[in-house]
Nanobody, 124 residues
Framework: QVQLVESGGGLVQAGGSLRLSCAASGRTYSRHIMGWFRQAPGKEREFVAAISWSGGNTLYADSLKGRFTVSRSNAKNAVYLQMNSLKPEDTAVYYC?????????????????WGQGTQVTVST
């Protein structure tokens, strides 16, 4: 079992930056792939980024490459999402997720555990 708690969301102006954190608990956290998804009002949940258990492999939504960076610290049981050059269309609830599969994935069904989400609002 892995429990996930996100933090770091908030209100930011367009062009600004935020760093989301996800604190994980559970004995096998370091062996899980980790991901970030987001869901905007009236839209389906979408993939943002993922990172392998070692941190050596990462994957991003094509539209977010170059602006978002995912990282993790197994020593701190944490995963992070650095978001730069934020746009109003980045406004959403951001969810941290963990999966026990061997490979990072863009599909939400490949993840087993989800946090409660943190709101990110980007103003114009």
């Amino acid at each position: 079992q892995v429990q996930l708690v996100e933090s770091g969301g908030g209100l930011v102006q367009a062009g600004g930056s935020l760093r989301l954190s996800c604190a994980a608990s559970g004995r096998t956290y370091s062996r899980h792939i980790m991901g970030w998804f987001r869901q905007a009002p009236g839209k389906e949940r979408e993939f943002v980024a993922a990172i392998s258990w070692s941190g050596g492999n990462t994957l991003y939504a094509d539209s977010l490459k170059g602006r978002f960076t995912v990282s993790r610290s197994n020593a701190k049981n944490a995963v992070y999402l650095q978001m730069n050059s934020l746009k109003p269309e980045d406004t959403a609830v951001y969810y941290c997720t963990a999966g026990s599969g061997a490979f990072i994935s863009v599909y939400s069904n490949d993840y087993d555990y989800w946090g409660q989400g943190t709101q990110v609002t980007v103003s114009t």
